[in-house]
């Protein structure tokens, strides 16, 4: 019954915190992450864990396979060198740095470099809720490194156990071997799967059944390169921008809005119900520590969080003007960004659920028989580093991106201007040559060809209001009056099901139909 419980509570905790959010103006994990924090309170949720395999097997796969589908792969091209950098160097100087203070503090080297690895990657589902507002190019540099970075991470992770447990060695050897297999298998196996996604999606014809086939592509990757070894973090990534650019040629509409549809909402509630349960998880972290060391674990927390941002800051000016003194080309000069710009991207460096699931799956017992030193604090530490991260530096970004002062990004809007505009004026080259094909009737090609003239003229007027333009007056005007007469006829087709004229699986037909239209007239689906 527990488990029923739990669903409503996080779908009530859900939507009403994502509806909280936007009335108080607070990024969305902030209210999540402290609704479930104070759920811990209620005695019949204290019993409530996050299981590690289910976020790194259920949530990790789902999410970052929507990410890197929705994300730039020019803008992943064009700043790769930085990218690479943070996603692999970064991780390493940070676990590393982490490692030093935890034995500075008392800990052990070997857990101390565990606590390192959990904390050294960004969050990607994290930074994508936090950085919305933030420049293209910002958004895309953030969202590739927490994306990557938690393969880097899981290998120091992996390794850091295995000594500790006994169960491996760090020699050099041994730890550039894991980071071939790691990289190397992850990057072909995610190619792999995805030239064979396509080939089989290329033979079938039923939306249902390729959308399927899209859900299982993120959770083979992972499994496939986990089972050998490899990073399944990288594995789907791959993945997924393979098939982000195979899919605008082959996907057919009713296939592509079916996955948009499921895909946006099943990563929402994902996402959501992960901040929630790693507020929960807090709960456990604190009562599992021995009292008379909470001093000392708050103190850790706090000198760890930052050294995270001290080392992150310092890391992106350390490289930015060592690229800068290598590499003298006229186009890195364009590429360069202010100091202000770089320190908010110091502070973007969010933790989120898989540090908790790293810290929550270290082992109980060693080899020996004897318990895993300092567990306890390393998992208090990673979630309060993890709050920390979440809402301090949540809360704080806002004004941070006020006083950095970023030029606004037009990038997007102009860029679709000229898509729209190009495709407007290329069909309607193409339209006398498609009309002779096709062989259809005169009247026809000229009221095709009076739609399109009317819609690029539309696309040209841009961001005109309908009271400067009369094309963008008239083209509101019929939108208006379309939307209308659909909700007249929906009436209608409900009023036939209601007199019993009609049946409900022809209600649903024609609904069907009604709805598609008014997807396609409503202003709000133009914006996005």
């Known amino acids: 019954m527990l488990g029923l419980e739990i669903v409503v509570v996080l779908g009530a905790a859900v939507l009403i915190c994502s509806g909280l959010a936007s009335r108080l103006h607070v990024a969305p994990p902030i209210l999540l992450l402290a609704t479930g924090i104070l759920l811990g309170f209620v005695p019949a949720l204290r019993e409530v864990q996050l299981p590690p395999e289910v976020v790194l097997f259920l949530f990790l796969p789902a999410l970052l396979f929507w990410e890197s589908l929705t994300t730039s792969l020019r803008e992943i091209s064009a700043n790769l060198r930085g990218i690479v950098l943070t996603s692999t160097v970064l991780v390493v100087a940070t676990a590393a740095a982490v490692a030093t203070v935890a034995h500075l503090l008392g800990m052990p080297w070997g857990p101390a470099w565990v606590l390192g690895a959990a904390v050294a990657p960004t969050d990607a589902t994290a930074v994508g809720a936090f950085t919305k507002s933030l420049p293209r190019r910002t958004v895309t540099t953030l969202r590739a490194e927490s994306l990557v970075n938690d393969g880097t991470a899981l290998v120091i992770y992996g390794l850091a156990v295995a000594v500790v447990v006994g169960e491996d060695e760090a020699t050099p050897l041994r730890i550039s071997w894991l980071v071939v297999l790691a990289y190397g298998g992850g990057v072909l196996i995610g190619l792999a799967l995805a030239w064979a996604v396509k080939r089989v999606r290329a033979r079938l014809d039923d939306p249902l059944q390729e959308t399927v086939i899209t859900i299982l592509t993120p959770f083979v990757a992972y499994l496939v390169a986990e089972s050998v070894e490899s990073s399944g973090v990288l594995a789907v990534v791959i993945a997924g921008l393979a098939l982000s650019q195979a899919a605008p040629r082959r996907d057919r509409a009713a296939t592509r809005r079916q996955s948009d549809a499921f895909w946006s909402l099943s990563t929402f509630l994902l996402n959501a119900s992960l901040f929630v349960l ?10 599992g520590l021995d009292g008379r060391l909470v001093a000392t674990g708050v103190l ?3 000198v760890i969080s930052v050294t995270l941002i001290v080392v992150r800051i310092a890391f992106l ?8 003194a290598v590499d003298r080309r006229p186009q890195q000069r364009l590429r360069r960004v202010s100091d202000r710009a770089r320190i908010l991207s110091g502070l ?3 933790r989120g659920a898989v540090s908790l699931a790293a810290a929550l799956g270290v082992p109980l017992v060693l080899t020996t028989g004897n318990d895993f030193p300092d567990r306890d604090m390393i998992v208090f530490v990673t979630s309060g580093v993890i709050v920390v991260t979440l809402v301090v530096q949540g809360l704080l970004l806002p004004a941070v991106v006020r006083w950095a002062s970023l030029p606004e990004d037009t990038g997007v809007v102009e860029e679709r201007r000229l898509a729209e505009t190009t495709a407007a004026e290329e069909a309607l080259d193409a339209l006398a040559e498609v009309a002779r094909d096709l062989e259809v009737d005169q009247e026809v090609e000229d009221r095709a060809r009076e739609e399109q003239e009317a819609h690029l003229r539309v696309v040209e007027a841009g961001d005109v209001s309908a ?15 379309r939307l209308e007469l659909l909700h007249r006829k929906r009436g209608t087709v409900v009023r036939l099901r209601d007199e019993g004229r009609i049946d409900d699986t022809v209600l649903r037909q024609v609904q069907a139909r009604l709805d598609a239209e008014e997807v396609r007239l409503a202003p709000g689906e133009l914006s996005d």
């Open 278 to 287: 790693v507020g929960l998880e807090l709960q456990t972290a604190v009562r």
């Open 300 to 302: 850790s927390v706090v």
């Open 317 to 324: 000016f350390v490289a930015a003007y060592t690229i800068r």
């Open 348 to 350: 973007s460096g969010f």
């Open 467 to 481: 009271e400067e333009d009369d094309d963008v007056r008239r083209d509101q005007q019929y939108r208006e009056l």
